[in-house]
């Protein structure tokens, strides 16, 4: 093990691989990756695989925008299949307050140059058949969005990262961050002390504690989502089908396989590190089905599994470098949408390193933020 580090990534998801990766590339020497478990073993792994622009947050849009333009390039730039369906994201409108918060995100997305148009309930059936148009009252559609596998991201960064002469180790926890005034001296570990003087916190729904090492407050808190996977749909999955949200249960569907990935958010969960998976949430699941999706109610489940949201206060995410400890930076908090912006994340924090401006600017994203009664809420969100 090496005893000397430029700069430690602690977290080995698609935040922390990407930025690895970036780094890397960018020419950083002594690059390592520290990762307590299996590389994606955290919350990346049990995504979903949702990538999309369709957001309320500007800095959210270009972010997610970016890592699309991104995610279209892996294959050919990192070598790796990530199996991306192009498909587009469809969001279902059942409430005026929603269709007038949609239409509003859509004028900005299309600021941006995202190709998101509203839609009626007539061609959101005929983009994904398997809906009830009952009770809804328009979409929001973007064909450049989709979903992909988080698994082969995590590896195909983590690869490109090792070619580029970064280091990985696995099944290696970090205990502390020693510091002398306020720099960073080391990272001690299960494997033993790690000399840096630069922290990049990717940790995903452990941040807070990592955090803490330093005395840096990073307000997230884990909190557990479910997803099932079905049989086969019979007859056949319908062509090109969307990723679908019903806005307003957050049930949402996209193919897997030949069957569905299903899931939802459940009101009645509470912050915690739990990851096994229960049934309590499948009642609210049916009734959202019932409403919006009958059909589904007569695919078995053949699997599924539960994983980590890591939540912020205003569900947006924590990205930037502290004030009060010299070369501690993070990316984490990201409330759900992590995954979909890994690749953009990657880059901003490889410029924030080197002193560099990045394409987005992130500082509304800071974590000081709370302190200063500046929340940056994201309302599309499920």
């Known amino acids: 093990m090496n005893t000397y580090a430029s700069v430690v990534v602690i977290g080995g998801g698609v935040m922390g691989t990407s930025i690895a990766y970036h780094l890397a590339a960018a020419g950083v020497p002594d690059v390592l990756l520290v990762e307590r478990d299996e590389l994606g073993a955290g919350s ?5 695989g949702g990538v999309r622009a369709q957001f ?5 849009i270009q972010l997610g925008a970016r890592s699309l333009a991104l995610f279209g390039r892996f ?42 148009r509203m839609i009626s309930p007539d061609e959101a ?21 989709g979903h992909c596998t988080p698994e082969a991201v995590v590896h195909g960064y ?71 996977v079905t049989e086969a749909v019979p007859g056949g999955l319908p062509p090109g089908l969307p ?22 958010s459940d009101p009645d969960e509470r912050p915690g590190f739990a990851t096994d998976p229960h049934d309590r949430w499948i009642p609210r699941l049916a009734a959202a089905m019932q409403r919006r999706a009958p059909s589904l109610l007569d695919l078995r489940r053949t699997g599924g599994w539960a994983g980590l949201y890591e939540v912020t206060p205003d569900h947006n995410a924590l990205i930037g470098e502290a004030t009060s400890v010299s070369r501690f930076l993070y990316a984490t908090g990201f409330s759900g949408h992590g995954f979909l912006q890994g690749p953009a994340v990657g880059e901003v924090v490889r410029d924030l390193y080197l002193g560099r401006v990045p394409f987005v600017d992130v500082t509304p994203l800071g974590a000081g933020r709370f302190e200063a009664d500046a929340p940056r ?3 599309n969100r499920v």
């Open 44 to 48: 990346t792994s049990r995504a979903a």
């Open 56 to 60: 309320s947050d500007e800095v959210n």
């Open 75 to 116: 294959q050919e730039e990192i070598g790796t299949d990530i199996g991306l369906h192009r498909v587009g994201y469809l969001f279902l409108l059942s409430t005026p307050e929603e269709v007038a918060s949609f239409e509003a995100s859509v004028r900005l997305q299309n600021d941006l140059d995202v190709p998101s």
């Open 125 to 145: 059936r005929r983009l994904s058949p398997l809906i009830s148009t009952e009770g809804l009252l328009a979409a929001a559609f973007s064909p450049d969005d």
């Open 158 to 228: 983590a690869g490109a990262a090792r070619r580029y002469g970064a280091h990985i180790l696995r099944h290696t926890a970090v205990t502390g961050i020693e510091t002398r005034g306020d720099a960073i001296t080391a990272v001690t570990t299960t494997l033993g002390r790690i000399t840096t003087n630069t922290v990049i916190c990717a940790a995903g729904a452990w941040s807070r504690s990592v955090g803490a090492m330093v005395g840096v407050d990073l307000p997230v808190q884990p909190l557990r989502r479910q997803i099932a």
């Open 243 to 264: 990723m679908t949200i019903d806005f307003n249960s957050t049930l949402y569907f996209h193919a897997e396989g030949p069957g569905l990935l299903v899931g939802m």
């Open 377 to 379: 809420p994201e309302v």
